[in-house]
């Protein structure tokens, strides 16, 4: 009986080794491939610690919160619900993460006490022509402070008064169409689309005179092309040069969450000697200022021919014109996360989180101009 008993306790053992070893492999293994969407109903809030933006994640297209965690990118702290409040004015990033598979960005603003918020919402559309025959379609994007939004905003006919159920416009009418997005109280630019006759055919986008990588140099602005229109007649030029320098001396909140220029500017208001990259900047002459967070994801994704990774032999077509090389480095942006840290873009791989973006470190600056 004994020996029966010791053959059920020697199975029981191999049952439970067994039981664990594939327990430990379904632990290592990797979360399988879904996709992970994160929203908020706001982007903008007062930073007075009473007003809530909350969050929404949906996994495969379905609304959940089980299996979900939302950090902040700056240094993955872990928000306690699915919402968020601050007292401390600035710019707050989040991801959801779903097992380890992250979501899309999304970007609070928290502007200071009775302070009007500056929201610079950008309405653009891939085509500025269609055809009239119901399939041709113009696709939108809508940007709030230079960041790509997916949800929170809406955007209408200005004819008609009617809001697009998607961000995708097709018609089977002739005519001239214009469209602005509207992101809560604020309003965007206006984009007209043409939608031509079935048969008459829109004109081709004309081949430009410039396209990235090209060498600008007109009117002593020099510098190289990162980013073209549609028309490739304008874009964005990055300086010859670059310098390691410090975002600012001081830990104050500027409210750098716009355009590069107003960013450079709000800066600079503050004093020169303070902010020593934006100083740099426009000591480069008229129009030149210090890139926000967009302009320079733009900038990285030229460089490595859209892949975010630094290929040295593709990288070297840019640096071949340059004075100074660009780097498999840090660079600031003009953009602010809080009254410590500011954004920084990195030009290494497709990660763009830095740990620790102090304002006092030195990181890589390049200058920006339009053309």
Known sequence: MSRILKSFALIAVVLAFVACEEKESLQDSPTPEVKIELSSDKLTIVADGSDVANFTVEVDGVETNE???????????????????????????FVALYGNAPSNEVTIVATPVGEEPQVDVELSADVSEIVADGESCATFTVKVD???????????????????????????????????????DYESNIVTITAKEVGEEPEPTPGGKYKPGDLYDVDGVKGVVF????????????????????????????????????????????GEDKYPAAKWCVDHGEGWYMPNSDEMHKMWSAVSNGKYVFDAE????????????????????????????????????ESVICLEPFKYKLFNVRAVHRF
């Not at 299996?67 to 919402?83: D, M, P, Q, R, W």
């Open 314 to 349: 593709f990288v070297k077509l840019y640096n071949d014109k340059l004075d100074d090389p660009i780097l498999e480095d840090y660079y600031w942006s003009s953009n602010e996360i809080d009254e410590n840290n500011a954004e920084v873009v990195v030009f290494i791989d």
């Open 227 to 270: 980013y073209v229109d549609e028309s490739g007649e304008s874009g964005l030029i990055m300086s010859m040069d670059q310098a390691s320098l410090a975002w600012s001396t001081e830990n104050v909140w500027v409210g750098c969450v716009s355009r590069g220029e107003y960013n450079t500017e709000d800066m600079l208001k503050l």
């Open 67 to 93: 299996g979900c965690k939302i950090v902040h990118t700056s240094n993955y702290a872990e928000l306690e619900t699915f919402s968020f409040s601050t007292t401390t004015p600035g710019s707050y990033t």
């Open 146 to 184: 230079g960041v790509d939004v997916e949800s929170g905003y809406t955007i209408q006919n200005i004819e008609s008064g009617e809001m697009l159920s998607e961000p995708k416009f097709v018609t089977e009418v002739a005519g001239t169409y214009t469209f602005k997005a509207l992101f809560g």
